[in-house]
Nanobody, 121 residues
């Protein structure tokens, strides 16, 4: 079993910052890519930021220049530093990992339970 647990969400005023963390644990052989997705009320889940095993990053246009994704492979952890937050960043943020549970097998996608981020105006 593999578990992803997010933390760091909360309520912040516009212009403020938050740092999300996601720790992967369980029967992990290795972790490939990881990403942060978000889902606002009444909207579809969308990719906010993505990082490969080699550290290459991708960001949604709406968060470029404000959000930074990083990872600590030794700790099986991915972070999302969110600065200059806007009310439209309000959403549930989900961590996703592409994880190998054994050698010579395919990677599977796992999701965390989500953490709420609310930005007040």
């Amino acid at each position: 079993q593999v578990q992803l647990v997010e933390s760091g969400g909360g309520l912040v005023q516009a212009g403020g910052s938050l740092r999300l963390s996601c720790v992967a644990s369980g029967s992990i052989f290795s972790i490939n890519a990881m990403g942060w997705y978000r889902q606002a009320p009444g909207k579809q889940r969308e990719l906010a930021a993505h990082i490969t095993s080699g550290g290459m990053t991708t960001y949604a246009d709406s968060v470029k220049g404000r959000f930074t994704i990083s990872r600590d492979n030794a700790k099986n952890t991915v972070y999302l530093q969110m600065n200059s937050l806007k009310p439209e960043d309000t959403a549930v943020y989900y961590c996703q990992g592409s994880i190998f549970i054994a050698p010579m097998t395919a990677a599977y996608y796992y999701w965390g339970q989500g953490t709420q981020v609310t930005v007040s105006s």
